[in-house]
């Protein structure tokens, strides 16, 4: 069974632009949750989706935002890109509902560098 | 809020000699707590989980952790341990909305 695929894998943007990442789940699986990871702040949540609908939202500005597809696979915007949103961007995937005994899934993540 | 603290920064410990990782947490009800090993350049791969039962859970690649609901830790063990356990290890408390709190994380260095 194939893992959680996130493309890209590495990006390069300048401030003011906008980036789309994208996470596929593993098949089957209905819940994507996304985090980001900085040096300086450590992983932290982003927002999670289950069946198309945002069901959990972390301390994040309205720059950052999501949605996910009916085939479960999710994509997460940031708009006008600051130099603090370079990071590591990860998508977990489990199988749905409440917290199904915590098989959270990690993709490897998208590196977002932004000059 | 729940919050994890892992004390350690950095570890440093030969190959073939124990480890232990340290990790506490903070949260008001029955915690679903887990550690996670990330490469690396790599995502995090889930080691051990505890939601109930047993306080001394065994995981993967010989790890295994034990939960101390008086001492609120949740300390990661390993025997013995191998070059290839060179690795950050994050602690994470998960609660009911889905999502997890991980902790500072810990760089375990192996020397040879």
């Known amino acids: 069974k194939a893992g959680v695929t996130q493309t890209p894998r590495y990006l390069i943007k300048t401030r003011g632009q906008q980036v789309t990442l994208s996470c596929s789940p593993i098949?089957?699986?209905?819940?994507v949750s996304w985090y980001q990871q900085t040096p300086g702040q450590g992983l932290q949540f982003l927002f999670e989706y289950f069946s198309e609908t945002q069901r959990n939202k972390g301390n994040f500005p309205g720059r950052f935002s999501g949605r996910q597809f009916s085939n479960s696979r999710s994509e997460m915007n940031v708009s006008t890109l600051e130099l603090g949103d370079s990071a590591l961007y990860l998508c977990?995937?489990?199988?749905?509902?409440?917290?199904?005994?915590?098989?959270?899934?990690f993709g490897p993540g998208t590196r977002l560098t932004v000059l | 809020a729940q919050s994890v603290t892992q004390p350690d920064i950095h570890i440093t410990v030969s190959e073939g000699a124990s480890l232990e990782l340290r990790c506490n947490y903070s949260?008001?009800?029955?915690?679903?707590l887990f550690w996670y090993v990330q490469s690396p350049g790599q995502g995090l791969q889930l080691l051990l989980k505890?939601?109930?039962?047993?306080?001394l859970v065994q995981g993967i690649k010989g790890f295994e952790a034990e939960f101390k609901r008086s001492q609120s830790s949740f300390n990661l063990r390993k025997p013995s341990v191998h070059w290839s356990d060179a690795a950050e290890y994050f602690c994470a408390v998960g609660d009911d909305g889905n999502k997890l709190v991980f902790g500072a994380g810990t760089i375990l260095r192996v020397k040879s």
């Open positions: 977990a995937s489990w199988g749905g509902g409440r917290l199904v005994k915590g098989e959270q899934f």
């Open positions: 098949s089957g699986h209905r819940s």
């Open positions: 949260y008001g009800a029955t915690p679903y």
């Open positions: 505890y939601f109930s039962g047993d306080t």
